[in-house]
């Protein structure tokens, strides 16, 4: 029954809205949905998330990478397991695939060691969907409140700008988990289209998600 939906994107490109929005129709349809994010998805992941953007210090690039999988690995361990164990749907805003995007092309981190960690922080565990929602840099950067933006959001555009390459790399190289979408439409036809997706893999394991 249970099933691991993540939300993948820029920076202003509507995970937070859109994954509110599955969460509820989902549930709606009788799932038990687990609603949760990283950084921050957990106690210990809050503390590292607040590390994390407190203020403008400088900080090393693999300091940052190790933050970012620790709160995956306790997340991993603490909530998504457990929840997908008991047959819930896990809607998960950013997860994994941030990582490649933001500390290996965004930063320049090493790719092969990232994906090597990744797998140690999610100890396996996969999403069965990973909605992208793509949106070109400067839209999304508009929409985010300037004062609302952390360390990561006032970066160069250069650097969105690889992050962007990067999620579309992912995309390329895992189509049958990632699916893109243009997330530049409006929300209410992103959500639509967020949810066929997401309905249909409820409907594979018996919701009545369509509708
Ligand atoms: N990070 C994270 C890493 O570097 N490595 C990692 O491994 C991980 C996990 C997370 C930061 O950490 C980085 C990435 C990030 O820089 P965050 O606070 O979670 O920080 O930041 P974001 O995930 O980027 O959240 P944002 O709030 O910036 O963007 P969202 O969630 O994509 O967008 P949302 O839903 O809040 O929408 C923003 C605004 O746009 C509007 C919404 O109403 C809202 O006002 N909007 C639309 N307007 C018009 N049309 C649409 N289609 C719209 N969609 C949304």
Request: aromatic share 6%; with cysteine; glycine share 10%.
């Amino acid at each position: 029954m249970a099933l691991f939906i993540t939300l993948e994107g820029g920076e202003g490109s509507g995970k937070t809205t859109v994954a509110t929005s599955l969460a509820d129709r989902a549930r709606e349809r009788g799932a038990e949905v687990v609603l949760t994010r990283e950084p921050g998805g957990t106690p210990l992941g809050a503390a590292i998330r607040e590390s994390l953007f407190r203020g403008d210090e400088p900080m090393g690039g693999w300091t940052e990478a190790f933050l970012f999988l620790a709160d995956r690995a306790e997340h991993v361990e603490r909530v998504i397991r457990p929840s997908l164990a008991r047959g819930a749907v896990v809607i998960c805003d950013r997860f994994a695939d941030s990582t490649i995007a933001y500390q290996a092309y965004g930063r320049g981190l090493d790719l092969d060691l990232l994906q090597q960690l990744n797998r140690v922080a999610t100890g396996g565990a996969t999403p069965n969907l990973t909605l992208l929602l793509d949106v070109p840099v400067a839209i999304g950067l508009a929409r985010t409140r300037q004062e609302t933006f952390d360390r990561i959001g006032q970066e160069t555009t250069d650097f969105h700008n690889r992050v962007y390459e990067g999620f579309g790399r992912l995309a390329i190289a895992e189509p049958d988990r990632i699916k893109s979408i243009d997330a530049a439409q409006p929300l209410d036809a992103v959500v639509a289209e967020a949810w066929e997706l997401v309905a249909a893999r409820l409907a594979r394991i018996g919701f009545p998600g369509r509708g």
